[in-house]
């Protein structure tokens, strides 16, 4: 894997987001994983995320260390790098994972707005259903099924308080972890699945409000 990874920011209020492409070898990683872990239930029991999360999901699957170390960890933690640096010109020295995890969407779940632990988060998506589903009222011009929504502060003048975005696969986005974020239910057959994780950086760069000279 390369040691440079692609990245833009995104600036539509105070906290930035970063948006990367995941490599197709690791969504295939995971995905075979998930499809693996599918069939057998005392695993699945073992890794059941969903009494920590807030959504309202079929799924939600920690990924084991086996997984992660695959290309996941490396790959997340260049992202991480490159968004900070892109974001405050600074480079960060530490990286350290707290937790990973797959959720899996079907017709009609979502994911209520909340935010994550630790410094800094992602969300990307590795398998998407075909359609979304149509808008219930056919003159709408915009089609908000299936999407992310990053929310923050309140809407002014000149000053937007969501910015939302519908997941292609492959589409990574890392954020601050209190950036409030949520997902819209989708409409018709498939699956909407995706990865999230949460992560530690070194805290002199996290904490702005620490001592400077």
Known sequence: MSNQVEISIHKPFGPRI????????????????VDE?????????????????????SQEIKLPPNIINLGLIDYVSKLTKAFI?????????????ISAWVVRQY?????PSHWHDGHISGAGYIKLPKKFGENIQENKSN???GNINFIHGSRQFLSRSIKTAKPEVGDIYVFPNYLMHSVNPFYGEGE???ISFNAFVDENIFNVYGLRN
């Open 143 to 145: 089609n908000f099924n």
């Open 18 to 33: 970063g948006q990367g492409k995941i490599p197709y070898e690791i969504i295939d990683q995971i995905n075979n994983f």
């Open 37 to 57: 872990i599918s069939e057998n239930q005392t695993e699945m029991e073992k890794l059941n995320a969903g009494p920590q999360l807030v959504g309202e999901v």
């Open 85 to 97: 640096l892109a974001s405050t010109g600074r480079e960060i020295t530490e990286f350290r994972l």
């Open 192 to 194: 909407r699945r995706s």
């Open 107 to 111: 017709q009609g779940e979502y994911n």
